[in-house]
């Protein structure tokens, strides 16, 4: 299992530090939530901030939008260069042109859903993704309870993935613990967001590996 601490719940104060102390506790990818006030109703940060975090990691960033306006977003943040850029599905119209749009930048690019969304949303869209990222709490907070519906919806999106592209990750994002990591893993989960879970852990190394 890969892990990403999404840095929405570190210590903003003193983000430089937080980012070594993770990438310093084994995690996979730093997951960087950029929110608009639009899409969802919180504000979180933008390419400047984003940049200091890029260079404070060893590790590469997954960074998730979630705002209106995909492409315009996509151009603030393609110096930076991170491994994934993902998008919310309910957001846009054009996604294959985004995704392309993505992935000529030399980026990963992965598409995400709310926990309502139907998995058929992005059947057509398989063949071209990197990862899905399946929200298990609705986007805008962290620290917000699971929603045990995604589980089934895991494994409908993980055959989906078997079928039309095996090397597609699956990512879920939201309430992720200690507690539901196994039933995670079973459904076919490549790699878990953990943001809440991590950092109100006083030992980030403790909190990775007990998900891992
Ligand atoms: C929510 C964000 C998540 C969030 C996860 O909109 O996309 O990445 O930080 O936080 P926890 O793990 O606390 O639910
Ligand atoms: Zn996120």
Redesign the pocket.
């Known amino acids: 299992m890969l892990v990403a601490p999404?840095i929405?719940?570190a210590d903003f104060g003193n983000l430089k530090s937080e980012i070594e102390d993770i990438c310093e506790s084994g995690c996979d990818l730093v997951?960087v939530?950029v929110m608009d006030g639009h899409f969802?109703p919180n504000l979180t940060i933008g390419p400047m901030v984003v940049n200091s975090v890029a260079k404070s990691s060893t590790k590469p960033l997954d960074i998730?939008l979630?705002v209106e306006n995909n492409s315009f977003f996509i151009d603030l943040f393609a110096d930076i260069k991170p491994r994934y850029i993902s998008f919310h599905i309910e957001e846009e119209k054009h996604p294959h042109r985004v995704i392309q749009k993505i992935r000529d930048l030399g980026i990963s690019p992965a598409v995400a859903l709310n926990p309502h969304t139907r998995p058929e949303e992005i059947e057509f869209l398989i063949e071209s993704l990197d990862m899905v990222l399946l929200?298990s709490?609705n986007?805008?907070?962290?620290?917000?309870r699971f929603i045990p519906s995604v589980l089934e919806k895991i494994e409908r999106v993980k055959d989906m993935v078997d079928r039309r592209n095996p090397s597609c990750l699956i990512e879920v994002?939201?309430?992720?613990n200690d507690k539901n990591i196994s039933a995670l893993k079973r459904a076919g989960v490549d790699i878990v967001?953990?943001?809440?879970?991590i950092f109100s852990n006083s030992d980030y190394k403790k909190a990775i590996s007990s998900l891992r």
């Open positions: 999404s929405l719940s997951h939530d969802v998730h979630m929200m709490v986007p805008g907070f962290g620290g917000q994002d939201g309430g992720v967001v953990a943001g809440s879970y």
